[in-house]
């Protein structure tokens, strides 16, 4: 009857590992998003010097 919960393991969270950094991965964004900017405003200003 009670068989359902034996096979469920709740974790009390003091087993964790150390995060991994994530400078990378917010310089990585950082730099997506720039070339995005950069690349919408080149855009636009080609957009308005042509008309």
């Known amino acids: ?3 359902h ?3 469920a393991q709740v974790s009390d969270g ?3 590992k ?3 950094s994530l400078l990378g991965t917010f310089a990585s964004v950082l730099l997506v998003g ?3 900017v950069i690349s919408w405003v080149a ?3 080609l957009f308005i010097s042509r008309q």
């Open 1 to 3: 009857m009670d068989s």
């Open 14 to 16: 003091t087993d964790h």
């Open 18 to 20: 150390p995060e991994p």
């Open 34 to 36: 720039l070339f995005l």
């Open 5 to 7: 919960h034996k096979h």
């Open 43 to 45: 855009v636009f200003l």
